[in-house]
């Protein structure tokens, strides 16, 4: 109920025609963040999966993932916007603000549509290697899946 309601109240501040100002009028510093949020988080993908030899499928599906989770960082944007110092200005002005915010709509589009390009083709072989364990079934995969099965008990 709090990610909801904090979107709704986040979604009030976005002022339309100051976005699209800001759009034009600070096109690079939006740029700049949604490069260094891609730039960043590919960089994590790419460690992770070469550290645990990945595929390059897995690596990408995981970069697209890892794309849309940005509540904190709105969350911590719009405390720093309404923050201010001692001189009375605020941590953030309006033009990061917008930025931020339109980083957060560019993610929330590429995130879901990156994932839906990759994962078709993130199809792991299943072995028939089963492990058993209480009452679990660990399905052996690919190199770099495991698939878990519950097998619930009638």
């Known amino acids: 109920m709090f990610i909801p309601a904090f979107f709704v109240?986040?979604?009030f501040l976005i002022d339309p025609f100051a976005l699209a100002r800001s759009l034009s009028e600070d096109f690079y510093l939006a740029a700049g963040i949604i490069g260094a949020l891609l730039a960043g988080k590919w960089t994590a993908a790419e460690s992770c999966s070469r550290?645990?030899?990945y595929a390059p499928v897995a690596r990408k599906t995981m970069w697209?993932?890892?794309l849309p989770q940005l509540a904190a960082t709105l969350a911590a944007t719009l405390v720093a916007y309404r923050t201010f110092n001692a001189a009375g200005q605020p941590l953030?002005?309006?033009g990061l603000l917008?930025?931020?915010l339109i980083m957060v709509l560019v993610i929330a589009v590429l995130g879901p549509a990156l994932t839906q390009?990759?994962?078709p083709r993130f199809t792991p072989r299943v072995v028939n290697e089963r492990y058993e364990n209480d009452d679990r079934v660990y399905v052996a995969a690919e190199e770099d899946v495991v698939l878990t099965a519950n097998i619930f008990r009638t």
């Open 117 to 119: 390009r990759f994962t």
């Open 51 to 53: 550290a645990f030899r």
């Open 64 to 66: 697209s993932l890892r």
């Open 98 to 100: 917008n930025g931020v």
């Open 9 to 11: 109240v986040t979604g």
């Open 92 to 94: 953030l002005d309006s």
